[in-house]
C-alpha cells in the first residue's frame, strides 16, 4: 500500500495533492505543490515539432511544375523553328524537283518533235517519186505515156519504197526519252518500215503485171498497198500518243 502511494506521488502528484493535502504538514505541503508543478510542466510543454516532410514534398512537387512549362515552352519554340526550317527544305527541293521536271518535259518533247521531223523528212523523199509514178499510170490509161516510162517509173518507186523501208527500219529513236515514249517511237519505226515493205511488193506486182498483164498482179497489188496504209496509219497513231505523253499537242510541230 506505500509502494503504491510512492508511485502516485511520482505520476500524478497533483491527483496526491488534492487527496492528501488536509493530511500533510507546511513542508510536505510545499514539497508537493513543487514536485505537482514540475511534471504538470513536462506535460504541458510541447515537445518539439519536426519539419513537415510531406508538406515540404508537395511544395518542391509544385515548384517543379511551375518550372516545367516553361521547359515544355522552350522545348516547343525549338521544335516550331525546326519544323519551319524543314518546311521551308521541302518547298526548296520540292521547287528544284518541279523546275527539273519542267526542263526535263521540255526536252522530252523536242526530242520526240526532231523525231517527228525525220519520219516526215523520209516521207517527203518519197513523194516526187510517187508523183512521177501516178502520172506516169495515168498517161498509161490514157494513152499519153508507153509502157517503158510506166515500168521505169515504178521500178524508181519500187526501189525508193525498199530504201525507205531500211530507212525507218535504222531510224534512231533519242536514248534519253522515258521508256514508254521509246516504246511508243519504236513501234511508229517499226510500222513504217513494214509500210514500206508492203509498197515495195506492191511495186513488184506492178512490174509483174506490165510484164504479163495477168489481172492477178493487180489483186496483189491492191492486197499489198492496203496492208500498207494499215501499218502507216498504226504508225502517225502511236506517234501521235508519244507526242501526248510528253505533253505536246497532236497538231503541234
Known sequence: MKLLRIL??????????????????KVAKIGGAIW???ILLIIVIPTEEKPNVTATAETDAVALQEKAPKVEKA?????????????????EEAKLKDATDAA???????????????????????????????EAMTGLGNGT??????????ENAQKAAKHLQSKFYNLDVPENLPKDVKQMLNATASN??????????AFDAVLEFLDDQKPSHMSKFKEEISM???????GILKLMEAKTAVGLEVDSK
Not at 522545348?75 to 518547298?91: C, I, L, N, R
Not at 513504217?192 to 511488193?201: H, I, P, Q, R
Request: net charge positive.
Open 36 to 38: 505537482a508543478g514540475f
Open 228 to 234: 500498207a496504209d494499215s501499218f502507216v496509219m498504226k
Open 8 to 25: 502516485a506521488w511520482l505520476f500524478v502528484p497533483f491527483i496526491m495533492i488534492f487527496v492528501s493535502w488536509k493530511k500533510l504538514g
Open 75 to 91: 522545348v516547343a519554340v525549338v521544335d516550331t523553328k525546326t519544323e519551319k526550317k524543314d518546311d521551308q527544305k521541302a518547298k
Open 192 to 201: 513504217l518500215s513494214t509500210a514500206y515493205y508492203s509498197k515495195g511488193k
Open 145 to 154: 505515156v508507153d509502157i517503158y516510162t510506166v515500168y521505169e517509173a515504178t
Open 104 to 134: 526535263a518535259k521540255k526536252a522530252n518533247q523536242k526530242e520526240v518533235l526532231e523525231f517527228e521531223k525525220s519520219v516526215y523528212a523520209l516521207e517527203e523523199t518519197m513523194s516526187p517519186i510517187m508523183n512521177t509514178y501516178q
